[in-house]
């Protein structure tokens, strides 16, 4: 059995599709709460689902585990209490890797590239502590990734017990179905499609840098399966462990990413730039690129999804009502 934090949100319920496919047992953690996020794996076989808050109480009883995917989080980068995003992104994590350590399960868990801040020590996945502490995330989300990656650091470098595989994942730009849930943290695919599908113009933010143009900040889009591919190659190979970048390796820019939905639809671009949010400023990434040289290392070896690929086949599920918009 496979356990899933956040396995009905974005990233994981398409990862307990994968395992539920492959005719895996999996128990769910997560929230369903009263809106559509139950849709994300309605199609899947589970072996049910325990509330967040009732975890600890049922791993003590749990059956052998293979592993556990600890997706789960407050994600919202906007977010300020700090003391709801201490407890779910810190505190839990760390629960959980004493938890795999003591019954020698294996952890797989979500960090992110918000860890990097604006990318000024660039993005390479490095474990050294120094190369670490050089990297200043810019919202609390990101610096609570980044406080948990420091601590399993430490912990490692101290010789204290660990789980016989880990890994931390540093997610970059994702995007693909069952992320309609998510609101204003939804990828930007999903809200410039919403745009195009209605008839409207897709509207990008303004550059309030003078080396970027207007729409020509840059990501690395990843697709979630993709995220799902990697995460089974791991539990797949329990012998690598380490924090690792998710991503494409390749920087491409909201505008390619508009221009990738209107040519999916067979439309003419029509791309509006607007001022970008007060809450926001200082606090947005111009340029994100993982560093994908260690996983690829480690033996990991699918080949990314393009973006005009990728984007192409998320529009035509979406205009085909595939998946939830």
Known sequence: MFLITGGAGFIGSNLVAALSARGAEV???DRLRDGPKWRNI????IAGIVAPEDLPRWLD?????EAVFHLGAVSATTVTDGDLVAGSNLN???RLWDWCARHRVPLIYASSAATYGDGAEGFDDDMDPRALSRLKPLNLYGWSKHATDRRIVQMLGRGQPAPPQWAGLKFFNVYGPNEA?????ASVVLHKWRQVAAGEPATLFASDRPEFPDGGQLRDFVHVDDCVAAMLWLAENPGVSGLFNIGTGTARSFADLARAIYAARQQPPDIRYVPMPEDLRGKYQYFTEARMDRLRDAGFDRPPTSLEEGVARYVRQLDSAEVPA
Do not use: Y
Request: charged letters at 25%; hydrophobic letters at 45%.
């Open 27 to 29: 128990m769910v953690s």
């Open 42 to 45: 309605r199609d899947a076989v």
């Open 61 to 65: 009883g749990a059956p052998k585990l």
């Open 92 to 94: 839990l994590t760390l």
């Open 181 to 185: 849930h998510k609101g204003r943290m």
